[in-house]
């Protein structure tokens, strides 16, 4: 049974930072595309980061370039996500996420995580 569990989400005033984890369980970690998505009230879920399984490529949503920083560190398993100068309108749940190598759509998701930055 495959898991992806976050951690690392909070109240933060707007300035400050946040480091997101996702463990990961039941698959073959370093086979999988890793992503971190986000949804805010009202809002659809959108892309924020994804990392690749193979030369770990990375890749960002716009809205979060030189301010958040995704990684991998597959003897553990767990993919991170490094929030800096955080803002209000970052504030949603973080879910984690995990593509098969040859997919085009992710294939499995976490719970989330709630990230609420104050003004």
Not at 4 to 13: C, D, F, I, R
Not at 41 to 58: D, H, L
Not at 63 to 77: C, E, H, L, M, P
Not at 95 to 119: D, E, H, I, L, P
């Amino acid at each position: 049974q495959v898991r992806l569990v976050e951690s690392g989400g909070g109240l933060v005033q707007a300035g400050g930072s946040l480091r997101l984890s996702c463990a990961a369980s039941g698959l073959t970690f370093s086979s999988f595309t890793m992503g971190w998505f986000r949804q805010a009230p009202g809002k659809e879920r959108e892309f924020v980061a994804a990392i690749t399984w193979s030369v770990q490529t990375t890749t960002y949503a716009d809205s979060v370039k030189g301010r958040f920083t995704i990684s991998r560190d597959n003897a553990k398993n767990t993919v991170y996500l490094q929030m800096n100068n955080l803002k209000p309108e970052d504030t949603a749940v973080y879910y984690c996420a995990a593509k098969r190598r040859s997919g085009s759509s992710y294939n499995y998701w976490g719970q989330g995580t709630q990230v609420t930055v104050s003004s």
